[in-house]
C-alpha cells in the first residue's frame, strides 16, 4: 500500500483536494470524466462496492485500520496521511467524517438498460438543490424505488454535498439522466410506464386513491421547490397527483414528498 506522509501542501496528488469546488473535479481534464469526492469510509465502501475506480486517498492517521482494508484491491493508490490542521489548510474545511477518497467518476448507463428490470422509477426535474437530491436518493435506496433518472438540468447527483447526504446510496442506486421531454416521454411511455407527476392541480388524484391502484410500472416526477413541475412534465404525465394536506398547508419539501409517496406507492 502506497502510504503517503503529508510534509508539504505541493505533492501533486493532493491537487484534487485542494479546495477544489465539485464543479472543478468534474472538469478536470484528466482523468476523462473527471473525478467527485466520496467522504467517510461507509460511503468510500459504497463506491468501491459500486465498482467505481479510486484515484487517491485522503486521511488522518487514526483512520488507516478503518480504510486500508477497502483498499485491497487497489494497492497502488496512494493514501495521503497528515494532522488534522493540515488537512484542513489543504481542503478548506474540517476532516471530521475520516477520510476522503477521489474516485473516478463512471461511466453512465444509457436510460433504457437503467430501466429495464425497474417497476418504480423516480425522475428528478430541474431540482437543483444538492441536499433534497441526496434525500431522495436515500429515500428510494430506503423504500424500494429500483432507479432514478435525471433531467439535463438537475444537479449532480456525485456533487460531494448529494453524496453525504444520501449516506452513500447515490452510488448503490441505479441513475442517469434523461434527454429533453420530448424525447423522454416516448421513451418511457414505450417502456410500459405510466407517468405520475407529483403537484397541485384541480384535477389531481389524491395519493391514497391513486396507490389503491397504482400501475405496474410506474415512473413517479419530482419538481423542484418553488417553481414545481414543467409544463412539459406536466403534459408527459398521464396523471398528477396530490399528497392530501392539512392546516392550510397545500406542500411538503420535495425530499419528504418524495418519502411519503414511495412509502404509498411501495410494491
Known sequence: MQIVPIENL????????????????RRVSEPAGGLYIAESSKV????????????????????????????????????YVGAASVLERLTGYNLHRGALAAMHRPDLA???????????IVIL??????TNVGAIFRSVAGLGAD????TPRCADPLYRRSVRVSMGTVL???????????EAAPMLHGAGFHLAALALSDDAVSLPQFAGNAPERLA???????????????SAADTVVTIPMLHGVDSLNVASASAVALYALRV
Open 10 to 25: 505541493d505533492l501533486p496528488g493532493l491537487a484534487d483536494y485542494s479546495r477544489l469546488t465539485d464543479v472543478a473535479l
Open 44 to 79: 468510500i465502501t459504497r463506491a468501491l462496492a459500486a465498482g467505481h475506480r479510486p484515484r487517491s486517498v485522503l486521511l488522518q492517521q487514526q483512520w488507516l485500520p478503518d480504510v486500508l482494508p477497502l483498499l485491497a484491491d487497489w494497492p497502488d493508490v496512494p493514501v
Open 110 to 120: 444509457p436510460v433504457h438498460e437503467v430501466i429495464r428490470d425497474a417497476r418504480r
Open 125 to 130: 426535474e430541474d431540482i437543483v438543490d444538492h
Open 147 to 150: 432507479a432514478v433518472l435525471i
Open 172 to 182: 448503490q442506486v441505479p441513475w442517469t439522466r434523461l434527454p429533453e421531454w420530448s
Open 220 to 234: 413517479l416526477i419530482l419538481g423542484a421547490e418553488g417553481d414545481g413541475l414543467s409544463t412539459q412534465a406536466l
